[in-house]
Structures are given as structure tokens and as C-alpha cells.
């Protein structure tokens, strides 16, 4: 296509433009704002009721956390959260790819372990624990505050 100006493509550009900007701000007559208010409403509540019905699982940090020590943690949960879940430790500054270590599987219901630090951790990193689900990992109930481990004791 050539136009007076021999910039055709500029041409075009400018009328699809025009057209998708008349197709994304004009509202179609069968969609009348109670309608649309309804319908956003309706949206709204499932999304709360969606995020209410995942996972409760609260973890609680490390107390006293020492590189190559065993240290505690805990957790809460409610009756409706999955019976498993897998806890990652991971670098806090590098979220969310920063994963340290893998404790792999938990029992929810136990609200407690004890777990070992790696001696070869770095003392000068931020850390926080996440619990994921144990099949899709990208899936997070929830982590932890941010914590330091304190140095090797001698």
C-alpha cells in the first residue's frame, strides 16, 4: 500500500490504532453498567473466598538458627490445609529464586520439626523459609519471616 508520503506502514499503524482504540473504550449497548458493576462484584467476592480457602499453613522462623546445628520451627495450620507440603530454604535477598536447600516433605499435621542448617550456609545472607506444595512447587502457602544464622558454635 503507497500513499503520497511512501510510508504506508505508517498509514495502516495509525488506522489500526484508531480501531483498537474505539474497540477498547467504547462499551457494547448489551452491557449496562449494573450490568458491569454486577458482574465485577461477583468477581471480587470469589476472589476473596478463592484466597480465603487456600492454604492457612503459618510458619514460624527459627529461634536461635546456627549454620550446622539442628534448630525448630514451627507452624500452624487449620483442618482444611493439604496433609503435606514441602519446605524450602531460600536466600531472602533473591527471592523468588534463591533457593539454599530442600527439606522436602512434611507432615502438616505434626505443627513442629527440627531441622538441620548446613554447615556450608553463608552467615551473611537473609534467609526465609517457604511452605510450596509438594507437586507444583511454584504454588506457595507461606513463608516465613526473614532470619540470619548465626555463625558455627566451636
Known amino acids: 500500500m503507497r500513499t503520497g508520503n511512501h510510508d504506508g506502514r505508517r498509514l495502516l499503524s495509525e488506522n489500526n490504532k484508531s480501531r483498537l482504540d474505539w474497540l477498547f473504550t467504547r462499551q457494547p449497548e448489551f452491557l449496562s453498567p449494573s450490568f458491569v458493576d454486577m458482574f465485577s462484584l461477583k468477581s471480587l467476592t470469589t476472589l476473596a473466598f478463592a ?3 487456600v492454604a492457612l499453613i503459618s510458619i514460624s522462623g527459627p529461634s536461635n538458627a546456627v549454620v550446622g ?3 525448630n520451627i514451627a507452624w500452624a495450620s487449620n483442618p482444611n490445609d493439604p496433609a503435606t507440603f514441602t519446605l524450602f530454604l531460600l536466600n531472602a535477598d533473591n527471592l523468588p529464586f534463591g533457593l539454599v536447600h530442600n527439606y522436602e516433605d512434611f507432615q502438616t499435621s505434626a505443627g513442629k520439626a527440627t531441622i538441620s542448617f548446613p554447615s556450608t550456609l553463608d552467615t551473611n545472607l537473609n534467609y526465609v523459609f517457604r511452605a510450596v506444595n509438594s507437586s507444583s512447587v511454584d504454588f506457595v502457602y507461606s513463608s516465613s519471616g526473614v ?6 558454635r566451636a
Open 147 to 152: 532470619f540470619r544464622l548465626g555463625p558455627a
Open 69 to 71: 546445628a539442628d534448630s
Open 51 to 53: 484466597s480465603y480457602a
